[in-house]
């Protein structure tokens, strides 16, 4: 059974930093995974993604300049550092696994979802 946990949101002042985890379990083998965001009143948007096997991680224009995102241990753990935050990065924050062909950033392209962790920047 394939769970995904995430961790790591909270508070912080504008221009401060945080670190989101997210651990993918029931996988015998890496996948790629994705961390997404929702900000209030819009839709779920794209922020990462890290594929596997040399395939690269690749970012929203948003945040390229701002986020990084990594992979560590355990297996299929994911990791978003987020620096120089606005509050416009406020929203809750998901990590996803497992993509089928298309685009990474298409929400329906992706079979599994972690719960949401909660980011809010104050000005």
């Known amino acids: 059974q394939v769970r995904l946990v995430e961790s790591g949101g909270g508070s912080v002042q504008a221009g401060g930093s945080l670190r989101l985890s997210c651990t993918a379990s029931g996988y015998r083998s890496e996948v790629p995974e994705a961390w997404f965001r929702q900000l209030p009143g819009k839709e779920r948007e794209g922020v990462a993604v890290?594929?596997?096997?040399?395939?690269?991680?690749y970012y929203s224009e948003d945040v390229k300049d701002r986020f990084i995102a990594s992979r560590g241990n355990p297996k299929n753990t994911i990791y978003l550092q987020m620096n120089n935050l606005t509050p416009e990065d406020t929203g809750i924050y998901y990590c996803?696994?497992?993509?089928?062909?298309?685009?990474?950033?298409?929400?329906?392209?992706?079979?599994?979802w972690g719960q949401g962790t909660q980011v809010t920047v104050s000005s």
């Open positions: 996803a696994a497992d993509v089928r062909v298309g685009r990474w950033s298409d929400t329906a392209n992706w079979n599994f």
């Open positions: 890290t594929y596997v096997g040399g395939g690269g991680t």
